[in-house]
T-cell receptor
Framework: GAVVSQHPSWVICKSGTSVKIECRSL??????MFWYRQFPKQSLMLMATSNEGSKATYEQGVEKDKFLINHASLTLSTLTVTSAHPEDSSFYIC??????????????FGPGTRLTVT | TQLLEQSPQFLSIQEGENLTVYCNSS?????LQWYRQEPGEGPVLLVT?????EVKKLKRLTFQFGDARKDSSLHITAAQPGDTGLYLCAGAGTGGFKTIFGAGTRLFVKA
């Protein structure tokens, strides 16, 4: 149980275009999902907390108009990188909490999406 | 601001050696998780510790939560090349919702 998927696993796009990344909880409902960014050989950097049915909460320094988050259902959150630039190239990872287990401190991570902006 | 300091940042050892990774903070955590991440993949949850002084074992991996719930350690016995990866500790603060991640320990086990 507690499987999280991400799509696509990798994407290459041209500078100035927008890219949407999907995060799905496959076997549980996730009222809260998290989006992280990870640079090579570094730890995870929390970008935002995605809440089903409400606006996302962004971490300090993360541009909400550039990284659009939509959590339209209990199993799907999307991250759209708008007007992407080469500096947005990174490994983006989502995670979700399964509140049905009672262990809401545990997060289950997706496999990540590698974004390359040319 | 809660911080988790993880050490060492990088560790390269021979197969069969033992190692310990530390995760320390000045703050109290209601729980602490250890994750392992391989290149190009998302982190995978290894264990959660919630009680001060708790010790959990997962085959050759031993996890310990400090009595004061401010620190934790991961000990690997007889490391194998398959243990190679990035090990991350993560803590959930008391009364908080956000999870704090350590900087990670990159382990390389040579055959």
């Amino acid at each position: 149980g507690a499987v999280v998927s991400q799509h696509p696993s990798w994407v290459i796009c041209k500078s100035g275009t927008s890219v949407k990344i999907e995060c799905r909880s496959l076997d549980f409902q996730a009222t809260t999902m998290f989006w992280y960014r990870q640079f090579p050989k570094q730890s995870l950097m929390l970008m935002a907390t995605s809440n089903e049915g409400s606006k996302a909460t962004y971490e300090q320094g993360v541009e909400k108009d550039k990284f659009l988050i939509n959590h339209a259902s209990l199993t799907l959150s999307t991250l759209t990188v708008t007007s992407a630039h080469p500096e947005d190239s990174s490994f983006y990872i989502c995670s979700a909490r399964d509140h049905s287990t009672g262990r809401t401190y545990e997060q289950y991570f997706g496999p990540g999406t590698r974004l390359t902006v040319t | 601001t809660q911080l988790l300091e993880q050490s060492p940042q990088f560790l390269s050892i021979q197969e069969g050696e033992n190692l310990t990774v530390y995760c320390n903070s000045s703050s109290v955590f209601s729980s602490l998780q250890w994750y392992r991440q391989e290149p190009g993949e998302g982190p995978v949850l290894l264990v959660t510790v919630v009680t001060g002084g708790e010790v959990k074992k997962l085959k050759r991996l031993t996890f310990q939560f400090g009595d004061a719930r401010k620190d934790s350690s991961l000990h690997i016995t007889a490391a194998q090349p398959g243990d190679t990866g990035l090990y991350l500790c993560a803590g959930a603060g008391t009364g908080g919702f956000k999870t704090i991640f350590g900087a990670g320990t990159r382990l390389f086990v040579k055959a």
